[in-house]
């Protein structure tokens, strides 16, 4: 078994390095003069420079990356919802509280609440809320809030002949028309509000022009259309034109046969105008 030769081990490694050292001397001396003037340290500079440079294309591509995906994610959740929004038929679905402030809005809106109006708005209070009368006073105060200014003496009410009146009230109803209430499945429809607001604004048998306007800005941000609007005012119309005329044959001199026979062809009239807006209004 030959022994391990430290020596002889040694005088390898030192004739390798001599090898090499010799190698590396011969080369630089073949190398051109450009690339013998290199100079290390500026060479270092330009690389970190370099990468640097990369580091920033790197960055901008990954923010790139980043912001395409976020606009991709917003494109899709804004999809999602217009597809909710088509489901439903683009119509806002309001809390019955909400519904209530709106109606009472309706009858600020002229300067003028009347007990025609007042008793209208109290009937359907009580038919869709069964805690009206505890949160009656709390919603009145809410919307006459609604039209009240700061003034140096304190708190007053703008005067309903101006036109910063109507903007107030506008502009709370506006805010109870929020974005969320075209998503939601529970709740009173748009279309019925805007039916029940015709009762209020038609109950003492006027139906102003601030009354008309903010009407149709209520349909228009809730997402009913503009022709089931004025189907539903000229339906209203017919009805309390049906309503004079019965009133009127009632109280005329004809012939008993003959009211008997006009009025129950103007109460079949108006079963069948009613189940046409029942639908409308459910569809």
């Not at 030769?5 to 630089?28: C, P, Q």
């Not at 003496?153 to 028309?177: A, K, M, N, P, T």
């Not at 012939?255 to 006009?262: A, D, G, M, Q, S």
Request: hydrophobic share 35%; glycine share 6%.
């Amino acid at each position: 078994m030959a022994l391990f030769n430290l020596k002889k081990l040694k005088d390898t490694v030192e004739k390798s390095a001599d090898g090499i050292k010799k190698s590396v001397s011969d080369a630089a001396e073949k190398m051109p003069d450009s690339a013998k003037n290199i100079n290390i340290s500026e060479s270092m500079k330009d690389m970190a420079g370099k990468g640097q440079s990369m580091m920033d294309i790197l960055k901008a591509k990954g923010d790139e990356l980043v912001s395409s995906r976020k606009g991709k994610a917003d494109e899709t959740k804004a999809a999602i919802k217009d597809a909710l929004r088509d489901k439903k038929g683009g119509e806002a679905v309001f809390s019955v509280r909400d519904a209530l402030r709106i109606m009472y809005c309706m009858m600020l809106i002229d300067g003028n609440v009347s007990e025609e109006e007042e008793e209208k708005f109290c009937e359907i209070g009580l038919a869709c809320d069964q805690d009206f009368d505890s949160c009656k006073k709390q919603l009145i105060d809410e919307c006459n809030g609604a039209v009240q200014s700061e003034s140096a003496q304190g708190i007053e009410f703008v005067s309903e002949d101006s036109e910063e009146y109507y903007d107030q009230i506008h502009d709370y109803v506006g805010d109870l028309i929020k974005e969320e209430n075209f998503y939601q499945t529970e709740g009173v429809r748009a279309k019925w509000l805007i039916w029940n607001l015709l009762t209020i604004a038609y109950s003492e048998g006027d139906y102003s022009t601030n009354e008309r306007r903010l009407m149709r800005y209520i349909a228009k941000k809730s997402g009913v259309d503009n022709t089931v609007l004025l189907e539903m005012e000229h339906t209203f119309s017919t009805l309390i034109a049906i309503e004079k005329e019965e009133e009127w044959l009632k109280s005329s001199d004809k012939p008993y046969k003959v009211i008997e026979e006009r009025v129950v062809e103007l109460s079949n009239r108006k079963n069948a105008i009613m189940q046409g807006i029942n639908a409308l209004i459910s569809d």
